[in-house]
């Protein structure tokens, strides 16, 4: 029952925002016994479908992003995932993604310091995707930095930044979930896959609510929620 709980609440929060459910949902799935292997298996099927799902349905495109995204940031997520899927067992994925929470949190609720260096983002922004390709493939946590990414490349344009992650998740998702098949198919359980049929459920009627929503204060909220899970993570591990 918390489980489900869990992965339809964030749902919800990703068929809104466009990211939430692989932000929060990995320490949620790893904190609840599941191997990351496992946990991927579970959760990505669902963003993959949330994600392309708003893929469809935006209004925004951009050909230069999607070029750079592909060049940039996918090697580098394919790398770190086989390092990920590989060399499990010398990783503690749970501290891990509790400091990329607290740290992400912190930067971007600090945005308006972090948006003094736009003219020093701009030039390192291929770095920048590589960093994404490498944090999201070896710990699934990639979207915090991206929506980072997003919101300043995007100009705070609402519709604009949620292609951006929408582009980015589907991408990833699909390279990822291939990788998890080739890699860690006889360790993977397939009864959860149920769960991608709750999308379709709550995806269309959230997206009046992205509509009408202010994305300025739910940046805040949710930052402010990923600070808090993150430093809970670390408490309840040790």
Do not use: W
Not at 68 to 81: S, T
Not at 153 to 174: F, H, P
Not at 188 to 197: D, E, N, Q, T
């Amino acid at each position: 029952m918390l489980e489900t709980i869990i992965i339809t609440f964030f749902i919800f929060i990703q068929s809104v925002f466009g990211v939430g459910l692989l932000l929060f949902g990995t320490p949620s799935f790893l904190l609840l016994g599941y191997d990351f292997a496992n946990t991927l298996n579970i959760l990505i099927p669902v963003s993959i479908t949330i994600s392309f799902l708003q893929f469809l349905g935006s209004n925004a495109k951009d050909k230069n992003f999607t070029k750079e995204y592909n060049i940039y940031c996918l090697p580098f997520l394919i790398i770190f995932l086989l390092i990920a899927l590989k060399f499990k067992y010398l990783f503690d994925f749970k501290l891990l993604v509790a400091a990329l929470l607290i740290f992400s949190s912190i930067l971007i609720l600090n945005k308006r310091k972090f948006s003094s260096f736009k003219k020093i983002f701009f030039k390192l922004k291929n770095l920048v995707l590589m960093g994404i390709g490498c944090v999201h493939g070896l710990t699934n946590m990639g979207g915090s930095f991206l929506a980072i990414y997003s919101t300043l490349i995007s100009q705070n344009t609402k519709e604009l930044s949620r292609y951006y992650i929408c582009y980015g998740y589907l991408v990833m998702g699909v390279i990822q979930y291939i990788l998890v098949l080739i890699l860690s198919y006889d360790d993977l359980v397939f009864s959860k896959l149920y769960y991608v049929f709750l999308v379709f459920l709550i995806y269309f009627p959230t997206q009046k609510i992205f509509k009408k929503i202010n994305d300025k204060k739910f940046s805040k909220y949710i930052n402010l929620i990923a600070l808090i899970y993150g430093v809970l993570i670390v408490f309840i591990h040790y």
